[in-house]
């Protein structure tokens, strides 16, 4: 990751950049880390405190790993040996923000920012996938959006890169506004607004100004990039226009849009994508299929042309673009008598993304005698609306013909009740003792797709399948 600039960060600058002291033999610094289960060599280790845990409890574990140093708070400094490899902090949290900063008035590499209600992670991969290909790009691993997130990625973020990717999430106001000061993107981009986090908000226009919070972090005549198809795009270019954004440009399918979907042919393993790019053609192949993905495959093309990269090239690298592990990555199994599709959707679920979801399952072909099974759980953090909008996915159930529907938690027990009877799997009062049900049900030619709300643990469910049935094997010269 830091192969541009080694070491990441010199030993002799660290007290002043985190604005601690330096105790013991302090090394030089090739990665940072807040996580000792995948701490490397070399790494400078932040005690965060979580809402579970403490770091301070695994500095020694980090320190007999080999990390070059550990950055504590003064409470817990004299807890360690005097030769401890420690530097101490007022605040840890406060430290690895001043380290992010400190990073990022360093990189002269175009930065850009992405939020959303929905598809937040998933643009971001597309952006890591076609900038990589023009230049050095550093971007944001897994979901790292939030106040520790973000300051992390930033601190390990390379001197000499060409491109900076940061991925900006928040479940309630003025959460983005922080986020986006430390990044200072000059592109910014919204893929869309949607109801959730409604628990939080009093209504969704309250989510619209949350999310319009990213543009206040724009340089000086930075883009902002708004999807014209989502009712609420008025409100967020109102925000980009109150921020010192230079220019906004839009995405979408109407005649208004700056950068419009003009076709788009879905098939089950990629989508094929035609657009106008301010009036110019272009024709590309998107590695996964799905609408909602193609959506935003125009801004990450918008990104490409307010950044000044080479629009054919990531036109083309989009077909390299994969899915990631809990959101719509699939895999062949075997039953022993055939094998079946599992689509992992597990990571998070909301209203729109299960949508979604529920049509790229709609637009799989199901093998011979097999079934669209959707194994969904809770979308949690609703509000008083989450009984009606769980009960209305029924809808999109019936439309993409999905055959089977098993269900888990009290909010999913709503679209039970609202579904045909003859659509019924099974429901639980939860993700576990969903379980063997479904496990039972499966056969070959089915497409199963599953996803959930983080705490409904709809995980677990995927780790079952998984470890009930293997993985098909792959042919010589076949991807996974």
């Given amino acids: 990751m830091n192969g541009l ?55 020694q574990a980090a320190l007999e790993k080999g990390a070059a140093a550990a ?9 360690f040996d005097s030769d401890a490899r420690l530097i101490v902090v007022d605040d840890v949290l406060a ?33 890591r996938t076609v900038f990589s290909r023009q230049g050095s790009t550093h971007a944001s691993v897994a979901s790292y959006n939030n106040h520790w997130g973000v300051p992390l990625t930033l601190s390990r973020m390379p001197r000499g890169i ?28 919204i893929t869309t607004v949607e109801p959730v986090h409604l628990a939080q908000f009093r209504s969704i226009h309250g989510i619209a100004d949350a999310k319009g919070e990213i543009f206040s972090g724009l340089e000086p005549g930075g883009v902002a990039i708004i999807n014209a198809d989502n009712p609420h795009a008025a409100r967020l270019a109102a925000h980009a226009g109150a921020s010192r954004a230079g220019r906004i440009i839009r995405f979408g399918s109407g005649e208004g849009a700056d950068i419009r979907l003009t076709h788009i042919h879905l098939d089950p393993d990629f989508s094929t994508v035609s657009a106008e790019v301010f009036g110019m053609p272009v ?16 801004a990450v093309l918008a990104a490409v042309h307010a950044t000044g990269a080479d629009l054919a090239l990531a036109a083309l690298s989009l077909q390299d673009f994969t899915t990631v592990e809990g959101r719509g990555r699939r895999v062949s199994l075997e039953t022993g008598a055939g094998t079946f599709t599992l689509i992992d959707e597990s990571y998070n679920a909301n209203p729109s993304s299960m949508r979604a979801a529920l049509a790229v399952t709609g637009s799989m072909p199901r093998g011979l005698r097999g079934r669209r099974i959707a194994v969904m759980g809770d979308m949690l953090e609703l509000g008083p609306e989450g009984p009606n909008l769980h009960a209305g996915l029924a809808e999109a159930v019936i439309a993409q013909d999905i055959d089977l529907v098993f269900a888990c938690g009290p909010l999913m027990k709503s679209l039970w009740r609202a579904l045909p009877a003859e659509r019924r799997g099974a429901y639980a009062e939860n993700s576990e003792a969903l379980e063997a049900a479904v496990l039972a049900s499966l056969m070959p030619g089915d497409v199963v797709m599953v996803k959930g709300s983080l705490g409904s643990r709809m995980g677990r469910m995927v780790k079952a399948i998984r470890d009930r049935y293997p993985a098909k094997p792959m042919a010589e010269g076949e991807e996974a």
């Fill in 283 to 298: 024709t590309y192949r998107l590695g996964a299929p799905g609408r909602h993905l193609a959506m935003n495959s125009l």
């Fill in 95 to 127: 430290s690895l923000e001043r380290m992010g900063q400190h990073r990022r008035a360093e990189v002269t590499g175009r930065m850009v920012a992405v939020t959303g209600s929905v598809g937040k992670t998933s643009t971001k991969e597309m952006l």
């Fill in 71 to 79: 950055v504590v708070d003064r409470a817990h400094a004299d807890a």
């Fill in 5 to 59: 600039s080694l070491p990441l960060w010199r030993a002799d600058e660290l007290a002043d950049v985190l604005g601690g002291e330096a105790r013991g033999p302090v090394g030089d610094v090739t990665s940072v880390s807040i996580d000792t289960r995948t701490l490397e060599q070399d790494a400078l280790f932040f005690a965060i405190k979580g809402e579970v845990r403490d770091g301070h409890d695994f500095v």
């Fill in 162 to 189: 060409a491109y900076g990717v940061f991925e900006i999430g928040m479940s309630n106001p003025f959460e983005i506004l922080p986020l986006t000061s430390m990044v200072r993107p000059e592109v910014a981009i």
